[in-house]
């Protein structure tokens, strides 16, 4: 999965469960929330979406996700962006779960990479 | 010897714990929080983040919309001019101390608004009344003290909450006397509270917080660095990093946790049960001068401050002789030009405001020492 990032587009959310994108090019300034229920959403392109990283808005934000996560079980990590600056949330297991949580709760995050854990 | 009842002005002594707070982030949070992924910035921001969210709880709000600042005056700066950028009619009441007073009467001069002053009575119907009457279609904003800082008057808050609620205007509340001896809670109908850190929360000077419910955008009145997104040149939107930039406060943050969590330990209701009980002793013992008023009424509650003026003595005078046994009163209009105007002391008054660490027999035999002068 990628995120278009353009001069014009900060922020073009990629559902995290449908893999759709939930606002048309372009999104302008808001980081748009995906409306998706996970019951109702396909697996998405075969991936089971074990490990992903997770752009956060900010490193608050990845900071309350890291907590609702792990209060729901779900183990991952607070990191600085690897380029740039910002905060990303790294999911070692279960991104699925942890997308539809954070979904859930209204926690705006973009997914990164996807992958399954080894 | 010194005996502080200037507390409403800041808190002091500050309890043990926030003294230890301090040293703590002195020795262990010396990174810059939100800033840098190496140990020390990743152990600050992760402390500045749990402080953050310990005081939201607090207040009953989410750790994202909890924004620290430098005063009350910064947060109610960011509030008033965040939320009233687009022009509007605001009401303020008349007892707001000059944070909220001067940069509310700035824009309006600049005519970029439209201000009313709602009269504050004892009773807080006819209160709740002057707020109701002074409601326009194109009113944007109530801002109201929760508690006066001249006479202590407690406002009634959960009216005005309410009153904004019906008629979709946001609530800006000054909690600066209030908060830490009244538990005061997102959920009384406040959209955006501002409150300092130094007074009834017992943090370091140089703590404010701005807290909102995230239902009106409030845009930043200052911009920088936010330690995301940086590449823009644009500020972020979501608070609180939008309305944070620049390195924050880490060592004031962490004496405000600890303020705060010895608030909740010690119960905001033993608090003011203490303080209350310390102002109604001096009140007491302040009786049988004739030449002796205090700003109270019966019909009205009030917060732990007592405001009150001798005849043929001006206040600065009478602080100042009180300074020179020890005694700790703040003097003259205490920077709150409306509520002066509306209880009309010309030269001010003698302000006395006790703490968690006063004692009633100080109390007592300060009063006992007014009488003689």
Redesign the interface.
């Known amino acids: 999965m990628s995120i278009i990032l353009n001069e014009k587009v900060h922020f073009c959310l990629l559902c995290p469960i449908s893999a759709a994108f939930v606002s048309p090019v372009p999104c302008g300034r808001h980081i748009m929330k995906c409306t998706a229920t996970p019951a109702a959403l396909p697996h998405v392109r075969g991936d089971d979406m074990n490990k992903c990283i997770l752009e956060m808005p900010s490193y608050t934000y990845a900071q309350k996700a890291e907590r609702l996560l792990r209060s729901k079980g779900v183990q991952s990590e607070v990191k600085r962006r690897s380029t740039g600056c910002g905060t990303v949330l790294h999911v070692h297991t279960g991104c699925r779960a942890a997308a539809a949580i954070l979904d859930r709760y209204g926690i705006p995050f973009i997914l990164r990479e996807t992958g399954s854990s080894p | 010897m010194i005996i502080n009842f200037d507390n409403a002005a800041t808190t002091y002594p500050k309890p043990e714990s926030v003294k230890a707070a301090v040293m703590e982030a002195m020795d262990r949070y010396g990174g810059n929080?939100?800033?840098?992924?190496h140990a020390l910035a990743?152990a600050t921001?992760?402390a500045v983040?749990s402080a953050?969210?310990d005081i939201a709880g607090f207040f009953g709000a989410?750790?994202?919309n909890t924004v620290f600042a430098l005063n009350c005056t910064h947060a109610l700066n960011m509030a008033i001019q965040g939320i009233m950028s687009g022009g509007g009619h605001m009401i303020i009441s008349g007892l707001e101390h000059n944070s909220a007073a001067r940069p509310a009467a700035a824009l309006a001069a600049e005519g970029k608004i439209t201000l009313s002053v709602a009269e504050v009575f004892s009773d807080s119907r006819r209160t709740l009344e002057s707020f109701r009457s002074l409601i326009r279609d194109d009113t944007k904003a109530i801002v109201c003290t929760l508690a006066s800082n001249v006479t202590g008057q407690i406002m009634p808050y959960r009216e005005i909450g309410r009153l904004c609620r019906e008629r979709g205007i946001c609530f800006i509340a000054d909690g600066a006397q209030a908060c830490g001896v009244l538990d005061v809670k997102l959920a009384d109908g406040i959209n955006i509270l501002c409150t300092a850190g130094h007074k009834g929360l017992y943090g370091i000077t140089g703590t404010g917080l701005l807290i909102t419910d995230g239902k009106f955008p409030i845009l930043p009145i200052m911009q920088g660095g936010?330690?995301?997104?940086?590449?823009?040149l644009?500020q972020?939107?979501?608070t609180?990093?939008s309305l944070e930039s620049g390195t924050v406060g880490v060592i004031g943050i962490m004496s405000l946790k600890a303020g705060t969590d010895f608030v909740k330990q010690t119960g905001i209701g033993n608090i003011f049960r203490h303080e209350d009980m310390i102002c109604r002793r001096f009140i007491r013992a302040l009786a049988g001068d004739e030449r002796i008023t205090v700003y109270r009424s019966p019909e009205a509650r009030y917060a732990p401050i007592v405001s009150f003026n001798i005849d043929g003595i001006a206040p600065g005078d009478a602080a100042a002789a009180l300074a020179e046994k020890g005694y700790c009163l703040r003097s003259g209009y205490q920077c709150s030009a409306l509520a002066h105007t509306q209880l009309g002391t010309k030269n001010g008054t003698v302000r006395f405001s006790p703490s968690l660490f006063s004692r009633a027999e100080d109390a007592e035999e300060l009063a006992r020492l007014i009488k003689t002068l």
């Open positions: 929080a939100g800033r840098g992924g990743a921001s992760e983040y953050r969210e989410e750790p994202e936010t330690g995301t997104d940086s590449m823009s644009r972020p939107e979501l609180p990093e």
